[in-house]
């Protein structure tokens, strides 16, 4: 009971967290980064790049962007038709400027931003706690089926290659004990892959610092 109790808190724990970093939509700059129509008018029909630079540098002077491209000009999305604040980029896979950009996801199939990059770190510590839980929940029967007599470590692996075909039994069945290897090894793989993944977003956290 106390078993399933934990791994159903850490299920819907880590199912509420995905939801969330799929579903939130990504927050973009507010009205006042766009062009005015006057402003639009004066910036399309100018020809010289070191004109509607001015242009550019002095709409952004009412507002608070610091970080400037390469050559020092005001950052600004052609598509959007908008000055990008500082952390903002245009996604070409959402097709739209996202605020503080982190990255875009393919695992959510969303851009990860200012509105849920809380809930994708979320869902990166539930996954790892609910990989680590059942690793650990089951590592006590993987011990017992590597000491069961005449298991060799060939016939260990070969059962991992073999074990997506088998899924009835009961604990003491060779095909159950075939589940519980594959699931550890899942398990443990995908804690390894979070673990690194989850460390390089809390070290960017704790820099103030995004992926992009």
Same mark, same amino acid.
């Given at each position: 009971?106390?078993?399933?109790?934990?791994?159903?808190?850490?299920?819907?724990?880590?199912?509420?967290?995905?939801?969330?970093?799929?579903?939130?939509?990504?927050?973009?700059?507010?009205?006042?980064?766009?062009?005015?129509?006057?402003?639009?008018?004066?910036?399309?029909?100018?020809?010289?790049?070191?004109?509607?630079?001015?242009?550019?540098?002095?709409?952004?002077?009412?507002?608070?962007?610091?970080?400037?491209?390469?050559?020092?000009?005001?950052?600004?999305?052609?598509?959007?038709?908008?000055?990008?604040?500082?952390?903002?980029?245009?996604?070409?896979?959402?097709?739209?400027?996202?605020?503080?950009?982190?990255?875009?996801?393919?695992?959510?199939?969303?851009?990860?931003?200012?509105?849920?990059?809380?809930? &994708? @770190? /979320? *869902?990166? $510590?539930?996954?790892?706690?609910?990989? +680590?839980?059942?690793?650990?929940?089951?590592?006590?029967?993987?011990?017992?089926?590597?000491?069961?007599?005449?298991?060799?470590?060939?016939?260990?692996?070969?059962?991992?290659?073999?074990?997506?075909?088998?899924?009835?039994?009961?604990?003491?069945?060779?095909?159950?004990?075939?589940?519980?290897? &594959? @699931? /550890? *090894?899942? $398990?443990?793989?995908?804690?390894?892959? +979070?673990?690194?993944?989850?460390?390089?977003?809390?070290?960017?956290?704790?820099?103030?610092?995004?992926?992009?």
């Amino acid at each position: 009971v106390a078993y399933l109790t934990i791994f159903h808190v850490l299920f819907v724990l880590f199912v509420w967290a995905y939801w969330k970093s799929i579903f939130t939509p990504p927050v973009q700059p507010g009205t006042e980064y766009r062009m005015s129509y006057a402003d639009k008018e004066r910036y399309e029909n100018e020809e010289r790049p070191e004109v509607q630079r001015q242009i550019l540098a002095e709409i952004a002077r009412k507002l608070p962007v610091y970080t400037r491209t390469g050559s020092g000009g005001v950052r600004f999305c052609d598509t959007c038709q908008l000055i990008k604040p500082d952390r903002c980029h245009h996604c070409s896979v959402c097709a739209v400027c996202v605020l503080k950009m982190d990255h875009h996801c393919p695992w959510v199939n969303n851009c990860i931003g200012f509105s849920n990059y809380k809930f &994708f @770190l /979320l *869902f990166l $510590a539930y996954s790892l706690l609910y990989c +680590l839980y059942i690793a650990a929940t089951v590592f006590k029967y993987f011990i017992k089926y590597w000491t069961a007599p005449g298991m060799s470590s060939c016939y260990l692996f070969f059962s991992l290659a073999l074990c997506c075909f088998y899924f009835q039994g009961e604990l003491t069945n060779g095909r159950s004990k075939i589940q519980v290897l &594959f @699931l /550890l *090894f899942v $398990a443990v793989m995908f804690f390894v892959s +979070l673990m690194f993944l989850f460390g390089y977003h809390c070290w960017l956290v704790s820099r103030n610092r995004s992926t992009l």
